[in-house]
């Protein structure tokens, strides 16, 4: 069966940096896109960025270009949130998701990795 | 302030439809295909509907979706005390170059 599982969050200072990883399994992994999806405490579902199967494209959401870096490595079957110059406004929980038939809509979420961003 | 616009909340009775609306414009609904993700409390989203209609494997034909012009709608009949979750609606947005969801729905079955 289809399993994404997150990692690498914690508590990280503002302007701190945090690497989060996505193991995939129970798919072919180098035939989806994959994205990253995050959600403020209390808050609705934002859209962080996608990454195309072989990695050639790539898109972010506005506040956070320059700052995150998505990458994957379909020989390890994973995905990767590169995050510096954090933010108290990037605390949330995030969510890797598989792309289902386009770029944007998901069918499979991993259980989510929360990122606390404060002195 | 979400791109698109739903509700914050609905509430019908067990048994009852009820439907959600998210309403966009041009740039994201009017020209690409919706999403709906359910998400019980403490839970990752699940995947409800895609493509506007279309329902993944599992997912009972109480859920449905449907699109007409800039606005989107799901509808669940036969609503269960299981269904209280947050409803979000997902597209792209070809001016912002991105994904965009709704601000959220809470249902609540009384």
């Known amino acids: 069966q289809v399993q994404l599982v997150e990692s690498g969050g914690g508590l990280v200072k503002p302007g701190g940096s945090l690497r989060l990883s996505c193991a995939a399994s129970g798919f072919t992994f180098s035939d989806y896109y994959m994205s990253w999806i995050r959600q403020a405490p209390g808050k609705g579902l934002e859209w962080v960025s996608y990454?195309?199967?072989?990695?050639?494209?790539?898109y972010y959401t506005d506040s956070v270009k320059g700052r995150f870096t998505i990458s994957r490595d379909n020989a390890k079957n994973s995905l990767y949130l590169q995050m510096n110059s954090l933010r108290a406004e990037d605390t949330a929980v995030y969510y890797c998701?598989?792309?289902?038939?386009?770029?944007?809509?998901?069918?499979?979420w991993g259980q989510g990795t929360l990122v606390t961003v404060s002195s | 302030q979400s791109v698109l616009t739903q509700p914050p909340s609905v509430s019908a009775a067990p048994g009852q439809r009820v439907t959600i609306s998210c309403s966009g414009s041009?740039?994201?609904?009017?020209?690409?295909?919706v999403s709906w993700y359910q998400q019980l409390p403490g839970t990752a989203p699940k995947l409800l509907i895609y493509d506007n209609n279309e329902r993944p494997s599992g997912i009972p034909d109480r859920f449905s979706g449907s699109k007409s012009g800039t606005s989107a709608t799901l509808g669940i009949t036969g609503l269960q005390t299981g269904d209280e979750a947050d409803y979000y609606c997902g597209t792209w947005d070809s001016s912002l170059s991105g994904v965009v969801f709704g601000g959220g729905t809470k249902l609540t079955v009384l």
């Open positions: 998701a598989r792309c289902k038939s386009r770029a944007y809509n998901f069918d499979y």
């Open positions: 041009s740039s994201n609904i009017g020209n690409n295909y």
């Open positions: 990454i195309s199967s072989s990695g050639s494209l790539i």
